[in-house]
């Protein structure tokens, strides 16, 4: 680590020449450890250290406090708001075309006096900063982050999540055309409290400012936003998605991509399935009574993780005929660990992160300075009351049998948080444990994405059905909502040969579920293998939208009852409660759907899916078309 008040080794726009001129000092990070000593640098007698900040007005106003233990550095934030993403954080500065709200249309002035403000801020501080590649060096774009010095733990979050590159290891003609910028007292000077995040698309380089201390808007979500608006010029996909390869106890690997709108299951898919205390695993228990289900499956599949949360799907892979293939855009896991609230749940992440090969993150976990972090001590958002959503940040290297580079994808998930269904008070938990789409169909679920019920992940303002939009990134792209819908398009058209699926979380009609369905449905596909479901193995789901549902589904020799198949078929709930619950999915679809149907330049293929949808088309409809 290097103390700097010259120039760096490496060229950087005119605006940061001018910030490492006029600031006090900077650090040029060069390795993660470096930031790790940053982030806990000033910490006081007991540990910790203030990330604070001068507000007018109002004093020095503490943001976070952050100590070092002994398998890495926990943070915590001293309100409740500041610990999970606001869906609405982004505003656009710029004047390219965007679906977004601008900067001038949420704030009423023009971004450049905010902009000027925050450069002539983070010229009065101790600055931290380092490059990186937002994806990955073959297929993203060089970067650079500039932070205060005493958010030493945002710093190292975004280093862990996009990976660090030391100065002396960079090419030659390495010149950011990404550039994070944080100022976090102007979340309070400027900006009423809220989280802000401001994409500013100008020529030559992508400005990201970020406005608050929470990674998940800016150093994750933000650096997502870049990768998003590249794909949309060069015509590619950056996925919102876990995959993983699911080896068999006879050796078969089938590989799954999940994705979903955030709480969707992404980060579940690469854990195994939680067993009960006699080792059986619990189908599921009604929410009207004690009934319970379970399976009994002795061995489940080795899981060879790829990606956790990101996948650059860039066209210049190496394609399988009529499949996706794709890579991780991460260089770590921003891993959500609210469902581990003991000891044993996970024992395999629980040791990756007690004994950990190079030090975490850990965000909202109820630390001790110098002691272990342990993932199921949440702090509380208030007595009685654990924050929904502690993180830790792993990097890809601790992760046992991690998968490098391109794999090809054999079965494409989608995953849908839902709520209880029953006669008493229908809703849209009808979706069955698996629910198989037609590609057409598929691609509609990726245009609505629904981010359903009871969201860990975010500030919900709303608790009810909302949608993440297209592909389930929407809330963090940039550009045009059609753009990017006929990007997938035409990624589906070219991958008709991947098996196509839908599968809930949370509950199925009235059996409260967990992650439970994703994780059999994992171990039935790898075990049946690439066959393809034969018509007569399958029937179609009375609600279109839901496409066809096996008609058994057998893992190492158990019937899944079929209750968890077909919802209708559950006394508690009924033909009428679920078609009550389809025409909610229908009324979702037709006013997500009516955002894209009167784009002009909305691909002809697309607009008949969209049209086949609003105008109640069959299963068949829908298989017809691609």
């Not at 290097?2 to 006029?22: I, W």
């Not at 991460?330 to 000891?343: G, L, P, Q, S, T």
């Not at 342990?374 to 509380?380: D, G, K, S, Y």
Request: aromatic share 8%; with cysteine.
């Amino acid at each position: 680590m290097s103390t700097q008040t010259a120039t760096l080794p490496f060229h950087v726009p005119a605006e940061v020449q001018d910030l490492l001129a006029a600031c006090p000092s900077y650090t040029l990070a060069r390795r993660v450890e470096e930031l790790v000593e940053l982030s806990t640098r000033d910490a006081d007698a007991s540990g910790w250290h203030n990330v604070a900040y001068d507000v007018p007005g109002r004093g020095s106003v503490v943001e976070a406090r952050a100590c070092r233990t002994r398998n890495g550095v926990a943070a915590n934030y001293l309100e409740a708001y500041m610990r999970r993403r606001d869906p609405d954080c982004m505003v656009i500065g710029d004047d390219n075309p965007t679906n977004k709200k601008r900067f001038h249309d949420r704030f009423d002035k023009d971004f450049d006096q905010t902009r000027q403000e925050t450069f002539d801020w983070l010229k009065t501080q101790e600055l931290a900063l380092f490059p990186f590649f937002a994806g990955d060096p073959s297929h993203g774009l060089p970067a650079l982050v500039v932070a205060p010095a005493n958010a030493g733990f945002f710093a190292l979050g975004l280093a862990l999540l996009q990976g660090i590159v030391p100065a002396e290891d960079l090419p030659d003609d390495f010149s950011p055309r990404a550039v994070i910028y944080v100022a976090p007292p102007f979340r309070h000077t400027h900006f009423d409290g809220r989280q802000v995040v401001v994409h500013n698309r100008t020529e030559g380089v992508h400005e990201l400012f970020s406005y608050n201390l929470y990674p998940g808007p800016s150093a994750k979500k933000g650096i997502y936003g870049v990768l998003i608006t590249l794909g949309e010029l060069e015509g590619w996909v950056t996925a919102h998605c876990s995959t993983v390869q699911v080896v068999t106890p006879y050796d078969n690997i089938v590989t799954v991509m999940h994705e979903g709108a955030s709480g969707g299951g992404k980060s579940e898919m690469l854990e195994g399935a939680h067993r009960e205390r006699d080792g059986r695993l619990l189908l599921g228990a009604k929410v009207t009574n004690d009934d319970r289900r379970h399976l009994a499956l002795p061995r489940t599949c080795e899981l060879r993780p790829v990606t956790d949360d990101m996948a650059l799907c860039h066209k210049e892979l190496q394609q399988s005929e009529g499949k996706l293939s794709l890579m991780d855009a991460e260089n770590a896991w921003f891993v959500r660990v609210n469902h581990i609230d003991r000891y044993g749940i996970d024992p395999h992440l629980e040791r990756m992160t007690v004994e950990p090969k190079g030090p975490l993150l850990f965000l909202n976990i109820d630390a001790v300075p110098s002691a272990t972090t342990l993932i199921w001590e949440h702090v509380q958002d208030e007595p009685g009351t654990p924050c929904p959503n502690p993180r830790v940040v792993i990097p890809r290297d601790a992760v046992e049998g991690v998968v490098e580079g391109a794999v090809t994808v054999d079965v494409r998930s989608f995953g849908v948080r839902t709520p209880p269904c029953t006669r008493e008070k229908p809703t849209y938990g009808i979706i069955g444990m698996l629910q198989i789409l037609p590609p057409a169909l598929a691609w509609l679920w990726r245009l609505t994405a629904p981010r359903g019920h009871g969201n860990p992940s975010i500030v919900d303002k709303t608790g009810g059905m909302t949608s993440e939009g297209v592909g389930s990134y929407w809330p963090f792209a940039t550009g045009r909502r059609v753009d990017q819908a006929n990007l997938l398009l035409e990624q589906i058209e070219r991958t008709t040969k991947t098996l196509f699926i839908l599968v809930p979380n949370q509950h199925i009609g009235c059996w409260r579920t967990g992650f439970m369905p994703q994780w059999i449905v994992r171990e039935y596909l790898a075990r049946r293998g690439l066959a393809r479901f034969r018509p007569e193995q399958v029937t179609e789901a009375r609600c279109p939208l839901l496409g066809w549902v096996p008609k058994q589904l057998v893992v190492e020799g158990t019937h899944i009852p079929p209750v968890m198949l077909r919802v209708e078929t559950q006394e508690e709930v009924g033909p009428e409660a679920y078609d009550e619950g389809a025409e909610q999915l229908y009324n979702f679809f037709r006013e997500q759907l009516n955002k894209f149907i009167t784009e002009d330049d909305l691909l002809p293929q697309g607009r008949k899916i969209i049209e086949t949808c609003l105008n109640g088309g069959s299963v068949q409809d829908y298989a017809d078309l691609l």
